[in-house]
């Protein structure tokens, strides 16, 4: 059985840097799928962050500039980096399996204040 | 980017009946490679169906996806109270990746 965990920081100060870990079992991140995070602001709806695989990553262009996704075959960990954090990147985050994802992990809330 | 356009905004019926949701692309999703999701408050989003009309793994014959190139839909057949949830498409045919709005299922 696959299983996705999200761990990381509940509470990011402006302008620092957010870090968060997803920790995959029951499927290795050096395999065939891709895996993503993808994030929803409260009472809205969900937001694609990016994509890693085994030979690259897509961003979100809304994103892009702050962002940065790694994969950690050594743990079957994949990670997720997001600069300059501001109000608006208050959410739960969600990694996830795929891209049309199948297995998702229960989601982080990660609120944004000093 | 393709910009998913969910409709309606909210549903509300009774057990029993038959519900269907839209989900129009922008422009046409590559293999029609389109998802849906069904989101419970307070819980991640659960995967219902892939490649338009397959449904993942344990999900109920009564779920049911249709569609090709621009317009999709999904079709719960027979409402169950535990059918409450919003309803989400996605297209993953090409990046980004793109979410539609959201449609609420409410059962009276």
């Known amino acids: 059985q696959v299983h996705l965990q999200e761990s990381g920081p509940g509470l990011v100060r402006p302008s620092e840097t957010l870090s968060l870990t997803c920790s995959v079992s029951?499927?290795?991140?050096?395999?065939?799928?891709?895996w993503g995070w993808i994030r929803q602001s409260p009472g809205k709806g969900l937001e694609w962050i990016g994509t890693?695989?085994?030979?690259?990553?897509y961003y979100n262009p809304s994103l892009e500039s702050r962002v940065t996704m790694s994969l950690d075959t050594s743990k079957n960990q994949f990670s997720l980096n997001l600069r300059s954090m501001t109000a608006a990147d208050t959410a739960v985050y969600y990694c996830?399996?795929?891209?049309?994802?199948?297995?998702w992990g229960q989601g982080t809330m990660v609120t944004v204040s000093s | 980017e393709i910009v998913m356009t969910q409709s309606p905004g909210t549903l509300s019926m009774s057990p029993g009946e038959r519900a269907t949701l839209s989900c129009r692309a922008s422009?046409?999703?590559?293999?029609?490679?389109v998802a849906w999701y069904q989101q419970k408050p307070g819980q991640a989003p659960r995967f219902l169906m892939y490649?338009?009309?397959i449904r993942g793994a344990g999900i109920p014959d009564r779920f049911r996806g249709s569609g090709s190139a621009t317009d999709f839909s999904l079709t719960i057949t027979r409402l169950e109270p535990e059918d409450s949830a919003v309803y989400y498409c996605?297209?993953?045919?090409?990046?980004?990746?793109?979410f539609g709005g959201g449609t609420k299922v409410e059962i009276k």
């Open positions: 890693i695989y085994h030979s690259g990553t």
């Open positions: 422009q046409s999703v590559t293999s029609n490679y």
């Open positions: 029951g499927s290795s991140i050096s395999g065939p799928y891709y």
């Open positions: 996830a399996r795929g891209t049309g994802y199948d297995i």
């Open positions: 490649n338009v009309s």
């Open positions: 996605q297209q993953y045919g090409s990046f980004p990746l793109t």
